[in-house]
């Protein structure tokens, strides 16, 4: 079964619906899931990713379920919006061959050395990962997310903490990628490059299609509460 299936699958927490039942198939390759804060977007987020169950319905990962974490492994991986809200070892090697070990590789320090290699990162392998920029954390968990070679990665606003140049070679190391990307953002300018847009408004699917025709009619609501 391939991409993600929802059927009616929806959130609510201590009697607050934070995502309304909802069905989908998502196969496309760049997908953006758009919204203001509040929206419901990292709640939609972190229930494809399987961090949060769903209340109702089901939620289906290249037909796995996402809460099979070994299953997930190799189908679906995350880029978060802080990177220190991802790493959780000392050094850059550490981190990097944590989700191979995961997977019972053969080899996790030598796919490790080899990926450092062709990233022209080699020097990185012993390096303390606090004593690497922002940037250089995001890059350091992006690489974490390939070597697990997911067949999806969900990007929770990765460019968010970032400078300008380090967020341009970001998006150029990102759009050069072969797996699905969902990406979650507020910015309509990052989602004219997406084959599907999912606008999000109070944890309900308010328009779902191609950025032509998603965006004008968001901006046009982002354009009325601006003025409210």
């Given at each position: 079964?391939?991409?993600?299936?929802?059927?009616?699958?929806?959130?609510?927490?201590?009697?607050?619906?934070?995502?309304?039942?909802?069905?989908?198939?998502?196969?496309?390759?760049?997908?953006?899931?758009?919204?203001?804060?509040?929206?419901?977007?990292?709640?939609f987020l972190r229930?494809?990713?399987?961090?949060?169950?769903?209340?109702?319905?089901?939620?289906?990962?290249?037909?796995?379920?996402?809460?099979?974490?070994?299953?997930?492994?190799?189908?679906?991986?995350?880029?978060?919006?802080?990177?220190?809200?991802?790493?959780?070892?000392?050094?850059?090697?550490?981190?990097?061959?944590?989700?191979?070990?995961?997977?019972?590789?053969?080899?996790?320090?030598?796919?490790v050395r080899a990926?450092?290699?062709?990233?022209?990162?080699?020097?990185?392998?012993?390096?303390?990962?606090?004593?690497?920029?922002?940037?250089?954390?995001?890059?350091?968990?992006?690489?974490?997310?390939?070597?697990?070679?997911?067949?999806?990665?969900?990007?929770?606003?990765?460019?968010?903490?970032?400078?300008?140049?380090?967020?341009?070679?970001?998006?150029?190391?990102?759009?050069?990628?072969?797996?699905?990307?969902?990406?979650?953002?507020?910015?309509?300018?990052?989602?004219?490059?997406?084959?599907?847009?999912?606008?999000?408004?109070?944890?309900?699917?308010?328009?779902?299609?191609?950025?032509?025709?998603?965006?004008?009619?968001?901006?046009?609501?982002?354009?009325?509460?601006?003025?409210?």
């Amino acid at each position: 079964m391939n991409g993600i299936h929802l059927e009616q699958a929806g959130v609510v927490l201590q009697g607050r619906t934070l995502l309304q039942p909802m069905t989908l198939h998502l196969s496309e390759r760049r997908i953006a899931i758009l919204g203001r804060n509040g929206a419901g977007k990292t709640t939609f987020l972190r229930l494809l990713a399987g961090l949060q169950p769903p209340t109702t319905g089901t939620v289906k990962v290249e037909g796995a379920d996402p809460a099979d974490r070994r299953a997930m492994l190799g189908a679906i991986g995350i880029l978060f919006q802080s990177p220190d809200h991802q790493i959780i070892f000392p050094t850059v090697e550490e981190e990097l061959g944590f989700g191979l070990r995961q997977m019972n590789h053969p080899d996790p320090a030598g796919a490790v050395r080899a990926l450092l290699q062709a990233e022209g990162r080699a020097d990185w392998a012993e390096r303390p990962v606090q004593s690497l920029s922002q940037g250089q954390k995001q890059y350091l968990c992006l690489m974490a997310v390939l070597l697990m070679a997911p067949k999806t990665i969900l990007l929770d606003e990765p460019f968010a903490a970032l400078d300008l140049p380090t967020r341009m070679a970001l998006q150029r190391r990102l759009a050069a990628l072969p797996q699905r990307l969902v990406t979650i953002t507020h910015d309509p300018a990052s989602v004219h490059g997406a084959d599907r847009v999912l606008w999000l408004e109070e944890g309900r699917i308010v328009a779902d299609g191609p950025p032509d025709a998603v965006l004008p009619p968001f901006l046009v609501e982002m354009e009325r509460l601006g003025r409210e």
